[in-house]
């Protein structure tokens, strides 16, 4: 009974990773693939939770799993979970040409000039930000591109 249990909840999880889209607000993660409901703060705050407690939010940036995207430019895990975690922040600060979050970013790739780098992230936003839909990875990989 056991296995039987086992298997199914395992065959769910991968059917649902199989259609998982990512979340721009909360991320990719298990949270996100089995909460499908993003439509409250409560359920937001829910995923993000599972997606943070769960340890494989983690784990998809890096491997590429769980409905995330692997960068095709080879970031530092931090990064890529700072980037995953500050999607929404992080546009409209590159849009505003300043802000906590940009700051952060620069630090976290090690510039060395943030105020260069920052506005040359304003200057390239439409670059960087491609769509409205845009991932994690496609927005590091625009950013390593500037």
């Known amino acids: ?25 909360t991320g990719c993660g298990l949270g996100s693939q089995i909460i499908k409901d993003d439509s409250s703060a409560i359920m937001l705050a829910l995923q ?3 997606n943070g407690t769960s340890g494989n939010q983690t784990f998809g940036i890096t491997s590429g799993t769980s409905g995330c995207q692997k960068t095709k430019f ?3 895990e931090t990064t890529q979970r700072f980037v995953a ?3 929404d922040q992080l546009s409209k600060e ?7 979050t940009v ?26 930000y491609t769509s409205s839909n845009v991932k994690m990875a496609n927005v590091l990989d625009n950013v390593s591109a500037i």
């Open 1 to 25: 009974m056991k296995k039987i249990l086992l298997s199914t909840a395992a065959t769910l999880l991968l059917a649902t990773s199989a259609m998982a889209t990512i979340n721009n607000q």
């Open 48 to 50: 993000a939770t599972t």
């Open 74 to 76: 080879v970031m530092n």
């Open 85 to 87: 975690s500050n999607m």
């Open 94 to 100: 590159i849009a505003m040409g300043h802000g906590e």
């Open 103 to 128: 700051e952060t970013l620069a630090e976290l790739l090690n510039v060395e000039n943030k105020s260069t780098f920052i506005a040359s992230l304003q200057k390239n936003y439409n670059a960087i």
